[in-house]
RNA sequence: GCUGCUGUAGCUCAGUCGGUAGAGCACCUCCUUGGUAAGGAGGAGGUCCUGGGUUCAAGUCCCAGCAGCAGCUCCA
């Protein structure tokens, strides 16, 4: 006999080894009607699951309002999306079929290149198989047995998975429907009926196990839902989402641009959204001044020299746009090295296209003789010697970050421990050659402008500072109405040798980092191989309106920088010190950071930040005289201000306005003129009727001091419809 | 960088079987002078992404490149 404790305490018996739907079955019919998937001890698993034959065993019935059902059932639904595929196209190869957040997706190798066109047919052949309402059967086989299954349905990824990633399981389960065959953990429904909704969304490559240098598969991403309704509103959350692009919006508003001849991944601000940076600009500095940061300035390029010594250029050789030399024949030695790095060349093979290279270009040189060779006899010598040669050669790099020329600034004097801490701010514009498949409108470009600073400190210093950028971050984000988000502690995969500095200082950099976090009560989660390469770093992932994710801010602990540029200070005690960095940005970029506010607030920025705050509109012509000292005392309150005298109705300024997402409209007209009033409305709330003008100003200007961020308003930048009401 | 898709007016898009380029919005001019989400008429606007090829003829078919989109991989 078996006792069964279930959710509500009660427990009841059944007969050895009794399968969960009995369970359901004896609590009731309704449940077992509704019952899709369970619980036993904490772990999902199908209906059909076998309790132990004795003991005591929990277990809960899971029905369609439960979130873990839903995932077994999309994971279902992969299955016969996979069956349908393999019915419809030949020669198939099953990869992966998970579910993801908001659906699942399954990765086939195809002959022929599935497209977005066979999603119909797909569609209607998993509407057939689901009416066929074969169950999911689970077959449990040892090692040996899966194998010569996978072998015999010549599922070479299936295959190569047990040999690899099952390499320690003695035995593993199938799950069969009909003629299809998958290898798999499950649990799945019994039924395909509970499948109540489903839709193919899109289709992508993506590698065999996430690994580049392995084949690329097809990736057929599709979700599921128990209902229609459900579905129906999973879509409207997707075109909300694209509502919000900041590309259209950005497009529409006219707040940037990307030229293909200034080239990809390079945004121009347009007057509007350059606005926007702007006010966030003056925020950014006021607060910066608040809180002791001195502001610095530096030029865009530096010297190649300084990012060898910071790493960076190593590092990151095939994210930065290439350096220039000033001698021309320095490109060609660079191409040379170039290969060198990727072991496309031998030492030697370097060694003598280096002399040919040089020989071409300079008649100084005979044959086999460059005459920093000295005594270098083997070509490892020599190669060394060219390298050391190369590197004294004068060469520029447009900068990939700030902090090597922030460092010169703190090493332009010699600096004492009272001067400490040092806090050099600058919003400073960095490149990093993106590869093309990355740029992203505003998200992701090759030029950017950080809101950076650098903080030189003390070792006791560290708590204190790392906290200020944590609060500034937090201080700055709340402000914008980004109250959502966590902290994501990146710390060292201490496997791994991608990272510099000993194993000790990384492990007293990543122990103040959580100690702050803790004392400050940040919700963070510890993300070992997320660190920087030089030292640990939290990001801030703020949590947008509608659920989407985005990193943002970061503070970075850095212990390397330091040592490799030998900085120092004179201590109390009179003896030199090395100081400790830290690298920050609480908006991270001002590119990305704007382009996820313009999804945030889906284009219609609080009033601070709106780019025009009033547009005064004319009822008529006649009127025009009256809007035009309206707009005037407007400007001299410095509110940023656009009177609309076209010969156009009322109803159409407004409605133009209210598409442009201005936030208020002061409408005038005779009786205004004779009042000296306007009739403000608000974007959000509509008419709120006539006020004297100094008190419209009063209403604005408290507002903007305020920086409120009032309910966004729902509207649709240039689409067709009436907002029908408020979000959040 | 890889896989797939896309590229036509300022914007959003249509363009059939290969036969001299189309709509709506925006823009300009005129009429209308009005009180809270589209008044009317007319006009102007094109390197059909670029370069090759096939053809009597290419926006349309083929090849290459560039750019954008989705995803993968990467992200100091």
Not at 360 to 380: C, I, M, Q
Not at 652 to 680: C, H, N, W
Request: net charge negative.
């Amino acid at each position: 006999m078996l006792k069964v404790i279930l959710p509500d305490g009660n427990s009841k018996e059944f007969p050895s080894s009794a399968a969960v739907k009995e369970v359901a079955a004896a609590i009731g019919p309704r449940l077992a009607k509704a019952a899709l998937v369970a619980e036993v001890d904490g772990k999902i698993v199908g209906l059909d699951y076998r309790l132990p034959e004795s003991g005591e065993v929990q277990v809960k019935i899971l029905t369609a309002k439960d979130p873990a059902a839903l995932g077994v059932m999309r994971h279902s639904a992969a299955h016969v999306m996979a069956r349908a595929v393999m019915r419809l196209k030949k020669g198939v190869q099953l990869a992966f079929g998970p579910t993801v957040e908001g659906g699942f997706y399954y990765d086939f190798e195809v002959p022929e290149p599935l497209r977005e066109e066979d999603f119909p047919a797909i569609e209607a052949e998993m509407q057939k198989i689901i009416d066929l309402d074969e169950p999911f059967e689970r077959i449990e086989t040892p090692r040996a047995k899966a194998l010569e299954i996978c072998q015999g349905l010549a599922q070479k990824y299936k295959v190569e998975h047990i040999n690899t990633g099952l390499a320690d399981h003695a035995s593993m389960s199938f799950y069969r429907q009909g003629e299809f065959i998958d290898l798999c953990r499950g649990p799945h429904v019994l039924s395909p009926k509970a499948i109540g909704a489903y839709k193919l969304l899109s289709i992508a490559g993506a590698y065999w196990k996430g690994d580049a240098n392995n084949a690329q598969l097809q990736r057929l991403y599709a979700t599921a839902f128990f209902t229609k309704e459900e579905l129906d509103e999973h879509l409207k959350k997707i075109e909300e989402a694209k509502r919000r692009d900041h590309r259209t919006l950005g497009k529409q508003l006219q707040l940037f641009t990307i030229s293909q001849d200034v080239g990809p991944g390079l945004a121009l601000w347009l007057p509007k959204g350059a606005m926007i940076r702007a006010q966030l600009e003056e925020f950014i500095k006021a607060e910066l001044t608040r809180r002791a940061y001195l502001p610095v300035y530096t030029p865009h390029i530096g010297r190649i020299q300084m990012y060898q010594t910071s790493g960076h250029f190593p590092y990151y050789m095939d994210s930065q746009f290439p350096p220039f030399y000033l001698d021309p024949l320095m490109q060609s030695v660079q191409q040379l090295f170039y290969l060198l790095f990727q072991e496309k060349l031998s030492a030697g093979k370097f060694v003598g296209m280096f002399e040919e290279t040089l020989k071409r270009n300079d008649d100084r040189l005979v044959p086999n003789s460059f005459p920093g060779f000295g005594t270098a006899k083997t070509d490892e010598d020599k190669l060394h010697v060219i390298r050391e040669w190369f590197n004294e050669q004068e060469a520029y790099l447009l900068k990939p970050m700030n902090c090597p020329h922030h460092i010169q600034i703190y090493k332009s004097e010699r600096r004492s421990y009272r001067e400490l801490p040092l806090r050099l701010a600058e919003f400073g514009s960095v490149y990093r050659f993106e590869k093309t498949g990355q740029l992203n409108g505003l998200t992701r470009v090759r030029g950017f402008t950080q809101d950076d600073a650098h903080l030189f400190c003390t070792d006791d210093q560290i708590p204190a500072e790392f906290a200020g950028c944590i609060e500034m971050t937090q201080f700055v984000l709340n402000c914008l109405g980004l109250e959502n988000y966590r902290v994501r502690l990146g710390f060292r995969d201490p496997a791994s040798d991608k990272y510099v500095g000993g194993a000790d200082v990384w492990e007293r950099a990543q122990n103040s980092l959580e100690e702050v976090c803790s004392r400050l009560k940040i919700d963070y989660t510890p993300e070992p191989g997320e660190a920087a390469f030089y030292g640990p770093k939290a990001d801030f992932v703020v949590t947008d309106c509608i659920g989407r994710e985005w990193q943002l801010g970061t503070v970075q602990l850095d212990y390397n920088l330091p040592a490799r540029f030998k900085l120092e200070y004179v201590g109390q005690d009179n003896h030199m010190h090395q100081p400790v960095m830290i690298h920050r940005a609480p908006l991270g970029s001002m590119e990305r950071f704007i382009g996820v506010l313009i999804e945030h607030f889906a284009g219609a920025f609080p009033l601070w930040l709106a780019p025009e705050q009033v547009r005064v509109i004319t009822v008529s012509e006649k009127s025009e005289q009256y809007g035009r000292d309206v707009e005037q005392k407007l400007r001299a309150a410095s509110l940023r201000v656009k009177g609309d005298y076209r010969p156009e109705k009322l109803g159409a300024k407004i409605r133009d306005a209210q598409l442009e997402l201005i936030p208020y409209m002061f409408v005038v007209g005779p009786r205004d003129a004779e009042s000296a009033t306007v009739s403000v409305r608000d974007r959000i709330d509509g008419d709120l009727g006539a006020m004297p003008l100094d008190q419209a100003i009063c209403r604005l200007s408290a507002e903007i001091a305020d920086r409120r961020v009032r309910k966004t308003y729902s509207g649709t930048a240039g689409l067709e419809g009436k907002a029908t009401g408020n979000e959040y």
